[in-house]
């Protein structure tokens, strides 16, 4: 049987060791550990983008890695292209990484201060021997730099991270993310550190160079609003597990989860008058630690709607309906 | 760009000749450098005597003839100060390659491979460190014997630690910044990342250990040639015109100590200041306040 979906993550899972001193160690019997991501499923088609919002501490950046594999899952199977890629070393995994590529958040914290931008952008070329010798590369360089609106490429390619702008060592690490044609691209908050305006051109860029080259999106975000520019599809995550899931439509007009309800809400309108008019329900208390996560459902501390299962049994997954599946006792089947 | 940026850099130095200190420090140093380097290598044209033959009475004070007088065998101090500097300088720069050579290599794969290698490299490292410096260079002089090759080697024993540790801790903060985790993201084998992304970064820091180095190795030597460890006697250092003149001292002779220790002080002086001050512009955060 064929798996139809580029990526299937099943039942992820990643606990973190908690480091302690030497008399906490003492007097400790079990390790404590951090449960970043607890049991996380989900498949993105190919060609579509799925965007995974969450607020910080909610695991959704180690989802990232963890789909490419740049941490060890602690349980759970990642499927790549039909193929199981969770046992596969990091040695094997290399000629892998020229299909699946991540853009971090920071730009400038991800580029070398010491490379060439076109250097930099050259490098996965020299890595997986694309390209027959050095002038081809080159030319290959600047026609992506032309691609992510770095014009003229020429200009740029001597340059060093630091003489460019935010917005434009984005661009460059996006060229130097596609510059191997990749099928799967993870954007891990790529745009949270930019301007609002900057921001918006360059959610178009990449909402442009998905169609150009066919990229299949994994979309990490806090903020719900630059999902509508891209995501076919919505995940959102709390405390380490994916509460809500289904198409844009669905999480956006009728958003079923407590959590998923308190973030809609929160969700800045440009209309003044619909602004004061809406209902606010933002849920009491903080995030729990995530080292004792609260037993049960993991939002239940926070929940208007608690009852008393909440506490003792993490919710099952329902599909309500075609698509659109949410983990929460209010909907459970009787 | 590399020399518009050493020129601004000298020309700014010039300006703020009194105003900014790293610049004033590392301008004087250089010059002191450039210096000494000049008359090392320009030694044997512009010495007015050849330093190991008598040319003169012994014990003669500084005059015309002989600007820093004469030792108890007649040699001309002026010539032997001048050739003095090429073995200095000579054994430092050997000194300081062997000890990089054997410091980074080692500090580079400490800090990125980590685990046991790291932990045991660490401790015979920090052994070495923690002996006197000049004591494990007799130690090691004394096994070796005379001879600029095998006195640079004892030297370098006492400075690989040096650069071990400080390569060895950047290497170790560096491994965890994104554009090394990008790197990996990309498909790069560790060897690659070690050198295109970790090396470069660690390169900076390097340079300033080097001239630092560079001034205790000069110290080192001529406290071991003045221990009788060092060159063969005919050969002209001032650590060992330094215990030769200071037989002298109760008969009043004091050009013979005096003009080698002053070159020796200079020249450290000299890299000091030049590292000092190199270490203030390289390093961004003090560079961005001005």
């Known amino acids: ?334 | 760009m590399d020399t518009k940026f050493m020129s601004q850099r000298i020309g700014k130095a010039f300006r703020k000749f009194f105003r900014s200190g790293s610049g004033k420090m590392a301008f004087v140093g250089a010059v002191i450098l450039v210096i000494f380097v000049i008359s090392a290598v320009l030694a044997p044209h512009i010495s007015p005597y050849d330093p190991t033959k008598r040319v003169g009475r012994a014990f003669t004070p500084p005059n015309s003839k002989h600007w820093f007088g004469t030792d108890n065998l007649g040699r001309d101090m002026f010539s032997r100060v001048l050739h003095g500097a090429r073995i200095a300088l000579l054994i430092a720069l050997l000194a300081v390659v062997i000890a990089s050579a054997i410091g980074i290599p080692l500090g580079l794969l400490s800090g990125y491979i980590g685990g046991p290698l790291d932990r045991v490299l660490t401790l015979v490292m920090d052994a070495i460190y923690s002996f006197p410096g000049l004591i494990l260079a007799i130690a090691v002089a004394a096994v070796l014997g005379t001879g600029i090759v095998n006195i640079a080697i004892s030297i370098a024993v006492v400075y690989a630690p040096t650069y071990f540790r400080v390569i060895r801790n950047q290497v170790a903060s560096i491994k965890s910044e994104l554009y090394v985790e990008a790197a990996r993201a990309l498909g790069a084998n560790n060897w690659t990342i070690l050198i295109k992304y970790v090396l470069p970064n660690v390169l900076p820091s390097v340079v300033v250990v080097l001239s630092m180095n560079l001034a205790d190795a000069i110290m080192t030597e001529a406290g071991l040639s003045f221990l009788g460890l060092g060159i063969a006697p005919p050969t002209p250092d001032w650590g060992y015109d330094l215990s030769n003149g200071q037989r002298f001292i109760l008969m009043n002779d004091w050009w013979m100590i005096m003009f080698p220790g002053l070159a020796i002080i200079i020249l450290v002086l000299g890299f000091s200041l030049f590292s000092e001050g190199m270490n203030e512009y390289l390093n961004p955060n003090v560079g961005q306040q001005e």
């Open chain 1, 1 to 334: 049987m064929k798996d139809s979906a580029l990526v299937a993550v099943e039942n992820l899972v990643k606990h973190f060791p908690v480091r302690m001193n030497f008399i906490q160690m003492l007097f400790t019997r079990e390790k404590k550990k951090v449960h970043a991501v607890n049991g996380v499923s989900f498949k993105i088609e190919e060609g579509q983008t799925l965007g995974l919002v969450g607020e910080s501490g909610s695991g959704k950046t180690t989802t990232g890695r963890l789909v490419l594999k740049l941490i060890e899952p602690t349980d759970g199977r990642i499927k790549f292209m039909g193929k199981d890629i969770t046992p596969l070393k990091p040695k094997e995994m290399r000629p892998l990484r020229r299909e699946m590529q991540i853009v971090f958040q920071d730009p400038l914290a991800s580029l070398n201060p010491y490379m060439k931008i076109g250097e930099a952008v050259r490098h996965p070329l020299v890595i997986h021997k694309i390209g027959r010798n050095r002038i081809q590369q080159r030319e290959m360089v600047l026609e992506m730099l032309e691609k992510v609106n770095l014009r003229p490429p020429e200009e740029f390619y001597n340059r060093y991270p630091r003489q460019i702008s935010g917005g434009q060592r984005q661009r460059v690490v996006i060229a130097r993310a596609l510059i191997t044609r990749p099928k799967f691209v993870v954007a891990d908050e790529a745009v949270a550190m930019l301007d609002v305006s900057i921001r918006s051109q360059l959610l178009k860029l990449m909402v442009d160079l998905k169609k150009e080259f066919n990229l299949t999106y994994l979309f990490i975000t806090h903020d719900l609003a630059t999902t509508k520019y891209i995501c076919d599809r919505i995940a959102v995550m709390y405390l380490g597990h994916i509460v809500e899931e289904g198409s844009f439509k669905d999480i956006y007009s009728e958003p079923a989860h407590p959590y998923t309800k308190a973030l809609i809400s929160a969700v800045p309108e440009p209309d003044p008058k619909i602004m004061k008019t809406k209902k606010k329900m933002i849920p009491s208390g903080e995030v729990p630690n995530a080292i004792e996560p609260p037993p049960g459902c993991p939002f239940h501390p926070r929940c208007p709607h608690k009852k008393a299962v909440c506490s003792r049994t993490f919710p099952e997954v329902v599909e309500i309906s075609e698509g659109h599946k949410v983990a929460c006792h209010i909907y459970a089947r009787r």
